[in-house]
T-cell receptor, first 113, second 113 residues
Framework: EAEVAQSPRYKITEKSQAVAFWCDPI?????LYWYRQILGQGPELLVQ????????DSQLPKDRFSAERLKGVDSTLKIQPAELGDSAMYLC???????????FGQGTRLTVV | GDSVTQMEGPVTLSEEAFLTINCTYT??????LFWYVQYPGEGLQLLLK?????DKGSNKGFEATYRKETTSFHLEKGSVQVSDSAVYFC????????????FGKGTLLTVNP
């Protein structure tokens, strides 16, 4: 069964360091999302791609976060420098198009110390 | 903007008890409504959805009905099992927000044998 792959599953980093997460969506899925889920909260959208173009990055803290999907397939989310408040689960999701079911990966659990 | 308010947890039930988790929403457009489930250490899985008023979504014994007049989408199950223990998220998406998912804060359900 096709699934969204994310790596790493867990990451511990020191504050002020750089960290990167990778996501490989389900093959053929044009829409890719990065969500951040703080413990005890619901996921919040960071960035949405349609193919290689950013559709919505209004909630992405652009001073330290960046995201790219260069060939419209896999995607990387980077944080530099990491802050203690960035500790959270980072979820990637993909869908065949807008307004179709989004499938989520297992997430990357980030701990900043 | 869009928002979702769901019943705060945690909810603790005995096996075979009846479950209701309340969810209400605010949206500028005519949203689609979803319930997602998150098992410990896992990503989110779509449980059920409804795309128009009076639609009933159902899956694995869970049901929810899209009530436009009360802007609600309450989740119900007639007889819960220990395996239903998880966090449940109500969510919406609509055209005005590029169909991104807006989530509630989640409700932790624990079912005891």
């Amino acid at each position: 069964e096709a699934e969204v792959a994310q790596s790493p599953r867990y990451k511990i980093t020191e504050k002020s360091q750089a960290v990167a997460f990778w996501c490989d969506p389900i093959s053929g899925h044009a829409t890719l999302y990065w969500y951040r889920q703080i413990l005890g909260q619901g996921p919040e959208l960071l960035v949405q791609f349609q193919d290689e173009s950013v559709v919505d990055d209004s909630q992405l803290p652009k001073d330290r976060f960046s995201a790219e999907r260069l060939k419209g397939v896999d995607s990387t989310l980077k944080i530099q420098p990491a802050e203690l408040g960035d500790s959270a689960m980072y979820l990637c999701a993909s869908s065949a198009g807008v307004n179709t079911e989004a499938f989520f990966g297992q997430g990357t659990r980030l701990t900043v110390v | 903007g869009d928002s979702v308010t769901q019943m705060e947890g945690p909810v603790t039930l005995s096996e075979e008890a009846f479950l209701t988790i309340n969810c209400t929403y605010t949206a500028t457009g005519y949203p689609s409504l979803f319930w997602y489930v998150q098992y410990p250490g896992e990503g989110l899985q779509l449980l059920l959805k409804a795309t128009k008023a009076d639609d009933k979504g159902s899956n694995k014994g869970f049901e929810a009905t899209y009530r436009k007049e009360t802007t609600s989408f309450h989740l119900e199950k007639g007889s819960v099992q220990v395996s239903d223990s998880a966090v449940y998220f109500c969510a919406l998406s609509d055209r005005g927000s590029n169909y991104k998912l807006t989530f509630g804060k989640g409700t932790l359900l624990t079912v005891n044998p």
